[in-house]
Nanobody, 122 residues
Framework: QVQLVESGGGLVQAGGSLRLSCAAS????????MGWFRQAPGEERDFVAA????????YYGDSVKGRFTISRDNAKNTMYLQMNSLKPEDTAVYYC???????????????WGQGTQVTVSS
């Protein structure tokens, strides 16, 4: 069982930056592939980025490539999402998720956090 807690959300102007954190419980954090997702009001949850257990592999959704960077610190049981050049359309609740298999369906995660709100004003 893994418990995930997101933090770092808030209100930022367009063009600004935020860094989200996802803290995980347990002593086997490096075994889990991790991902970030987001959901805007009235819309479905969208994939943002994912990272392998070692941190050596990453991939991104098309809408955030070149602006967002996913990373992790396994010694701190924490994953990060650095978000730069933010746009109003990035406004959403951001969720982190964990799973044991790196290769799986894009949305097939076993554990989810409660989410953190990111609001980008124009």
């Amino acid at each position: 069982q893994v418990q995930l807690v997101e933090s770092g959300g808030g209100l930022v102007q367009a063009g600004g930056s935020l860094r989200l954190s996802c803290a995980a419980s347990g002593r086997t954090f490096s075994r889990y592939a991790m991902g970030w997702f987001r959901q805007a009001p009235g819309e479905e949850r969208d994939f943002v980025a994912a990272i392998s257990g070692s941190g050596g592999s990453t991939y991104y959704g098309d809408s955030v490539k070149g602006r967002f960077t996913i990373s992790r610190d396994n010694a701190k049981n924490t994953m990060y999402l650095q978000m730069n050049s933010l746009k109003p359309e990035d406004t959403a609740v951001y969720y982190c998720a964990a799973r044991t298999n790196w290769v799986a369906g894009l949305y097939d995660y076993d554990y989810w956090g409660q989410g953190t709100q990111v609001t980008v004003s124009s």
